[in-house]
């Protein structure tokens, strides 16, 4: 049992030692949200405050995390005092409550190919997802990462919540886009 033992530490010692580890570069990375309702959709913008990844010597991705600063949350396609209007809307407690919860976050527990699967938290709450995401260039990645709102309890308007609301509903799925995310 011994030999076992280290015969497979000495199997993994170089995945560890070739591992490099690389930093969100926050001034090249696009983080984007689209919202889509019965008439219509917003889409806008959102930064990342921090976050990495590792790859193995390979260059494929082992692990991550990654923060987003929800109170950086802007739309794009309004202009003026409707624009502001949504801005303080998405940060109150119908959505995110940047108040209680300023960030959300992302942790990768594991990569399959060109999918990646981990623990997205918002509003404080944890919940597993999985995307499929593409590689730009060097550590540079795209993605598209659709997120059900209701798992995190933002129910605002959510037609699987509130069963009388017509046509007057916001769909409970939003999408993140990573366009792209850099690192240095």
């Given at each position: ?34 919202g ?79 999918k ?47 069963k ?7 769909y ?13």
């Amino acid at each position: 049992m011994k030999n076992l033992y280290f015969l497979i530490l000495f199997l993994l010692t170089p995945l560890l030692f070739f591992a490099q580890s690389y930093n969100v570069d926050t001034s090249k990375s696009n983080v984007e949200w689209l919202g889509e309702k019965t008439t219509g959709s917003h889409n806008g913008t959102l930064l990342i405050q921090d976050g990495f990844i590792k790859v193995d010597k390979t260059g494929v991705i082992t692990e991550g995390e990654f923060t987003l600063n929800m109170e950086s949350i802007k739309c794009s396609d309004l202009q003026g005092s409707k624009k502001e209007y949504l801005e303080d809307h998405l940060k109150d407690e119908d959505f995110f409550n940047t108040k209680e919860h300023p960030t959300a976050s992302f942790k990768i527990t594991k990569v399959s190919g060109n999918k990646i699967l981990g623990i997205m938290t918002i509003k404080g709450i944890s919940k597993p997802i999985s995307f499929h995401y593409k590689q730009n260039g060097e550590l540079q990645y795209h993605a598209n990462i659709v997120i059900d709102r209701t798992m995190f309890d933002v129910k605002y308007k959510s037609k699987t919540i509130f069963k009388d609301l017509g046509d007057n509903f916001i769909y409970d799925d939003f999408t993140i886009t990573l366009n792209p995310i850099v690192f240095k």
